[in-house]
C-alpha cells in the first residue's frame, strides 16, 4: 500500500541534467524494488533503470548506460534518477514505479504494481 508522487521533470537543452526525485508513502518501502520508466509521443512505456531493495544492485536500458544514475534514500522514502548528458531522444514521461513482491523481472512493466502520475522531461537541440 503506497503512493507515488514524481518531480524534477522540466526543459532542459541538450547535454544538460536533470534529477528526477520519487518520493513514496508507506512504511515498507525499504523492502520493494524501484524502478524508472518512460513513455514518448506514440511509444510504449519502456525501462529506464531499477534498483532492488538491497541497495547497490541496478539494472540499466542499455540507451542510458553511463548517462543516468538511479539511486534511493530509504530514510527519506525516496528515489532517484540523475540524469546527464541528455539528448532530446529522452525526452518523454518518466515515471516512477514499486515492486511489493520484489520479483526479478525488473525490466518488466508488469512487475510493478505501484505507479505514479509520471513527470514530463523535454530535451531541446
Known amino acids: 500500500q503506497v503512493q507515488l508522487v514524481e518531480s524534477g521533470g522540466g526543459l532542459v537543452q541538450a547535454g544538460g541534467s536533470l534529477r528526477l526525485s520519487c518520493t513514496a508513502s508507506?512504511?515498507?518501502?525499504?523492502?520493494?524494488?524501484m524502478g524508472w520508466f518512460r513513455q514518448a509521443p506514440g511509444k510504449e512505456r519502456e525501462f529506464v533503470a531499477a534498483?532492488?531493495?538491497?541497495?547497490?544492485?541496478?539494472r540499466y536500458a542499455d540507451s542510458v548506460k553511463g548517462r543516468f544514475t538511479i539511486s534511493r534514500d530509504n530514510t527519506k522514502n525516496t528515489v532517484y534518477l540523475q540524469m546527464n548528458s541528455l539528448s532530446p531522444d529522452d525526452t518523454a514521461v518518466y515515471y516512477c514505479?514499486?515492486?511489493?513482491?520484489?520479483?526479478?523481472?525488473?525490466?518488466?512493466?508488469?512487475?510493478?504494481?505501484?505507479w505514479g502520475q509520471g513527470t514530463q522531461v523535454t530535451v531541446s537541440s
Open positions: 514505479a514499486a515492486d511489493s513482491s520484489r520479483g526479478p523481472a525488473l525490466r518488466t512493466t508488469s512487475t510493478y504494481n505501484y
Open positions: 508507506g512504511h515498507t518501502f525499504s523492502s520493494y524494488n
Open positions: 534498483i532492488s531493495w538491497s541497495i547497490g544492485f541496478t
